[in-house]
DNA sequence: AGCATGAATTGGTTCGAACCAATAATGGTC
DNA sequence: GACCATTATTGGTTCGAACCAATTCATGCT
């Protein structure tokens, strides 16, 4: 795991720059939950597969039975069924009726098709993340925002942006609202690590998302920013983020170097 | 269903355009199975809960348990809860455990998070799609075609260039390749009308594909095609089909203007 | 009133079983 | 050998049941 602060060596220092205070963060970082302490069953046994079958075996080579793995690993059918059908998602295996279920090619194994925090997204894709402060600060809530977050036109929200960076190249030109009623007055450092560990402290655990995504072209501060000429293509990532409760929590825009970042996605047919 | 002849009037008559032959099309439109004609218990429960329950509630009203949907309709819990989940997935509903299922919020029900071709997408946008031939003809794989189809680097494939239309207005450049062994000699018209129809009809119906989506600025002659100026934003999306049997049965990329598409989805966070 | 406690309710997980649908293997017939 | 019907195998669907985990609500105490 590679939750900690994500951070790298800050190119200027702003006055908000300074308001970092590591030991803070650190511990909101430390309420998040080792994973794999108390996993299910299911995701044991799709960890086993993954370790166990699937690393032995070629691409298109047949994977035993479900009734077979039901007895190797002493779980029932569904259980197997559901783990994977996650592997499938993630596009480890793929599964053919009345035939078999097959290792498919491991070159289009998809990052994971779940809500990620930019963090979680570059880890995963073998950089390190880190994170320049542009702005933080109360602001009033635009017509596209108040929409999003179901709050009135001009009222209160904090307003954070951050210019995002993969192995210290920047990335993404991030743009977040949180709605007052979760932020209350704070403005302090930990809405500055982790946003993430931050909404879980907050009792706010982010359950799922509903993204757009477009293509724009750089203006010239985006451009600037993102030391690249105005006119570059770029992704722009919108989202609403919504908590365990129904709730939304978060509304935000990420514009992304249209040539160093790119969007994979698994589709199945049909349902 | 509108899953008929994706055509409108083409803008010129190109030799291309000459051969279609609107009967030969809906022959293979024919093949296309009536939808609802054989659904599942879970494909009439979701249907049901969307028609019969949700339509009757307004958003984050709570929906009836799910023992007692049980008892209404007549079905195990385990179908009830596949229902719920698929309408979860397309963003109808929400669930917070140990709460209940929720209304989710109308404006934010996403088109369907599964593989579509063009048609079926605009059409489920609410438009009408259309389609101008550009090019159709036997090709050479190059690098990117061969690795994506699995084939040696120059052997012969089918090679489709479309300009697709919503409502009308040039929306997307198509360009897809098909192997060999799955179109042999044909050059027919049936490649240019549904081409998941066609798919089907040669016993490949497309299972899932992994798609990646880029932003890239329009050359001049896309800008030309798509009628907007050169340098304009757009989204490529590449994806590998695959069939049934696990085998790849188109590459293609797709490049969608800027300004008038954006790819929406729902996503959970973790597992 | 306020609060802690525990019971009831809700969605989430896991099991076992039976049957359906598509495919692959078998074996006989010509 | 080529072809076809039969059979076995595999994933897909559906059921019923029990239990877990989170939340909500009623209860009763202070």
Redesign the interface.
């Known amino acids: 795991m590679s939750t900690e602060f994500e951070w790298d060596a800050p190119t200027d220092a702003s006055a908000l720059d300074a308001v970092i205070e590591p030991n803070a963060v650190s511990a909101v970082v430390e309420s998040t939950p080792v994973a794999d302490a108390a996993a299910s069953k299911v ?1 044991l046994t799709r960890a086993r597969l993954r370790d166990e079958v699937i690393a032995n075996l070629a691409p ?1 080579d047949p994977i035993p039975a479900e009734r077979e793995l039901v007895h190797r690993f002493g779980v029932s059918r569904a259980t197997i069924r559901q783990a994977l059908s ?1 592997l499938a ?1 993630h ?1 480890w295996v ?1 599964r ?2 009345g ?1 078999g279920t ?1 290792v ?1 090619d491991k070159d ?1 194994v ?1 990052k ?4 990620t925090s930019f963090s979680e997204d570059i880890s995963e894709r073998g950089m390190t993340p880190g994170s320049r402060v542009l702005r933080l600060e109360h602001g009033r809530a635009d017509d596209r925002v108040a929409r999003e977050l179901l709050i009135p036109v001009g009222a209160r929200a904090v307003h954070i942006e951050r210019l995002r960076t993969a192995d210290g190249a920047p990335l993404c030109i991030e743009s977040l609202w949180l709605p007052e009623w979760l932020t209350g007055e704070n403005l302090g450092p930990e809405l500055l690590g982790s946003l993430y560990s931050y909404f879980e402290h907050a009792g706010a ?13 750089l203006d010239a501060a985006q451009a600037e920013l993102l030391q690249t000429e105005a ?5 722009m990532v919108s989202r ?1 983020v ?1 908590d ?3 709730r939304r929590i978060e509304a935000s825009t990420g514009v ?1 170097l ?1 040539d160093r ?11």
């Not at 970042?261 to 047919?269: E, T």
């Open positions: 995701d298109h996650r998602d596009g793929y053919v009726q035939s097959f498919a289009l998809t994971s098709p779940y809500l655990s982010p359950a799922r998302a509903h993204q757009t995504i477009r293509a724009v072209s006119g570059a293509p770029a992704l609403i919504f365990a409760h129904g992304y249209g970042y790119d969007f994979q996605i698994n589709v199945k047919r049909r349902a």
